[in-house]
């Protein structure tokens, strides 16, 4: 089966890219696996590709390369439309919804096509319109999956979680004195409260150290925020990287002081590091995947609430035996993330879908 996966970028430390790599590397042991790129920003993909997928990309953006139209959107969406016109492949998969409408715009008809969503639909217009056309739309958590099923009608919504990167993980030892956390330094991630919440730890238990990885817009004002507390011997910018899960293994503890947590990537491989997650009980945050007292802690948003996740983790780096116990849920909650498992749901629906077609 000849199956593509449509992204937007292969660059950057993104959920969603990662996501589609890790699915893209295990389905190719059994199809004919090829990732789309919308634009090529950098000459290598920002996480590993298994070797057996094959890349290509719509418009070439990288520094240097030659160009026979000027760029821009117009051109690049002309572009796209061309590229699936002329797709050959038997599954199509649009990794953002506004690929995923020229999907079910331009992509051949005896294609199947499919949307893969993690977020609140966006402006409704042109999703109400062109995703009937669809065979079928994928969420990564049930709430989302609800979300989308009132927004359409006629059109299948299955619920199929995000997979880990290919196995064996890493696994802490748990006796490193180390809390760390990773994704996009973005507003909606609320680093800021996680370094407020560290200045208290750093305090009270001030052999243990906040080890930050990723990079973004909030880079400046988070580093200015750690000057401003003192907290420059306790917190650390560790950049980026391709190997969040082997880096989550180091640590003992995983936070999240994300408002939203539309992706849980970070989540995912802190669990499959064998890490236990303290985050905030949000809407749409850590809790579609950590199980309070079981796979990590969920601290409740609102007044105090810094004070309240201070404690929290506090409380967790002093009772060891809590923490391995919250280890062991960890790694049986990331179980249903494997890229096997995944794959073969992926597999089945595709099969499915293609018969009712």
Same mark, same amino acid.
């Given at each position: 089966?000849?199956?593509?996966?449509? @992204?937007?970028?292969?660059?950057?430390?993104?959920?969603d890219?990662?996501?589609?790599?890790?699915?893209?590397?295990?389905?190719?042991?059994?199809?004919d696996?090829?990732?789309?790129?919308?634009?090529?920003?950098?000459?290598?993909?920002f996480?590993?590709?298994?070797p057996g997928?094959?890349?290509?990309? %719509?418009?070439?953006?990288?520094?240097?390369?030659?160009?026979?139209?000027p +760029?821009?959107?117009?051109?690049?969406?002309?572009?796209?439309?061309?590229?699936?016109?002329a797709?050959k492949?038997?599954?199509?998969?649009?990794?953002?919804p506004?690929?995923s409408v020229?999907?079910?715009?331009?992509?051949?008809?005896?294609?199947?096509?499919?949307?893969?969503?993690?977020?609140?639909?966006?402006?409704?217009?042109?999703?109400?319109r062109?995703?009937?056309?669809?065979?079928?739309v994928?969420?990564?958590?049930?709430?989302?999956?609800?979300?989308?099923?009132?927004?359409?009608?006629?059109?299948?919504?299955k619920?199929?979680?995000?997979?880990?990167?290919?196995?064996?993980?890493?696994?802490?030892?748990?006796?490193?004195?180390?809390?760390?956390?990773g994704?996009?330094?973005?507003?909606?991630?609320?680093?800021?409260?996680?370094?407020?919440?560290?200045a208290?730890?750093?305090?009270k238990?001030?052999?243990?150290?906040?080890?930050?990885?990723?990079?973004?817009?909030?880079?400046?004002?988070?580093?200015?925020?750690?000057?401003d507390?003192?907290?420059?011997n306790?917190?650390?910018?560790?950049?980026?990287?391709?190997d969040?899960?082997?880096?989550?293994?180091?640590?003992?503890?995983?936070?999240?002081?994300?408002?939203?947590?539309t992706?849980?990537?970070?989540?995912?491989?802190?669990?499959?590091?064998?890490?236990?997650?303290i985050?905030?009980?949000?809407?749409?945050?850590?809790?579609?995947? %950590?199980?309070?007292?079981r796979?990590g802690?969920?601290?409740?948003?609102?007044?105090?609430?810094?004070?309240?996740?201070?404690?929290?983790?506090?409380?967790?780096?002093?009772?060891?035996?809590?923490?391995?116990?919250?280890?062991?849920?960890?790694?049986?909650?990331?179980?249903?993330?494997?890229?096997?498992? @995944?794959?073969? +749901?992926?597999?089945?629906?595709?099969?499915?879908?293609?018969?009712?077609?």
């Amino acid at each position: 089966m000849r199956i593509c996966l449509l @992204v937007p970028s292969l660059s950057g430390m993104r959920g969603d890219v990662r996501s589609a790599v890790n699915l893209a590397g295990e389905l190719a042991g059994r199809h004919d696996v090829e990732i789309l790129s919308l634009r090529r920003h950098e000459e290598r993909p920002f996480f590993p590709v298994e070797p057996g997928v094959t890349l290509s990309w %719509v418009v070439d953006t990288e520094p240097g390369a030659r160009h026979l139209l000027p +760029q821009g959107q117009m051109r690049t969406e002309v572009a796209l439309w061309r590229r699936l016109r002329a797709l050959k492949a038997d599954v199509v998969i649009g990794f953002r919804p506004g690929l995923s409408v020229q999907v079910a715009r331009h992509a051949p008809r005896d294609t199947v096509r499919i949307a893969r969503e993690w977020g609140r639909p966006p402006v409704p217009g042109p999703i109400r319109r062109f995703y009937p056309r669809l065979d079928a739309v994928v969420t990564a958590t049930e709430t989302s999956r609800r979300e989308w099923d009132r927004l359409l009608d006629g059109v299948e919504i299955k619920l199929i979680p995000d997979a880990l990167p290919a196995g064996p993980w890493p696994r802490s030892r748990m006796d490193n004195r180390i809390v760390a956390a990773g994704g996009s330094w973005v507003p909606v991630k609320a680093y800021d409260r996680l370094i407020r919440a560290f200045a208290t730890v750093a305090d009270k238990r001030p052999d243990w150290r906040l080890r930050l990885y990723g990079g973004g817009p909030e880079d400046r004002r988070l580093r200015a925020l750690v000057q401003d507390l003192n907290l420059h011997n306790h917190v650390y910018f560790m950049g980026l990287t391709s190997d969040l899960t082997g880096e989550f293994a180091k640590a003992s503890v995983v936070a999240v002081t994300s408002r939203a947590e539309t992706l849980g990537m970070s989540v995912i491989e802190a669990m499959a590091s064998g890490v236990p997650v303290i985050g905030f009980d949000s809407p749409r945050g850590p809790g579609e995947f %950590v199980t309070d007292g079981r796979s990590g802690v969920l601290v409740a948003e609102g007044e105090g609430e810094i004070e309240a996740y201070a404690s929290a983790l506090l409380a967790l780096i002093d009772d060891e035996r809590r923490r391995r116990e919250l280890a062991v849920g960890a790694l049986e909650a990331a179980a249903a993330h494997a890229a096997p498992s @995944v794959a073969e +749901q992926w597999e089945k629906l595709i099969v499915a879908t293609s018969r009712s077609a």
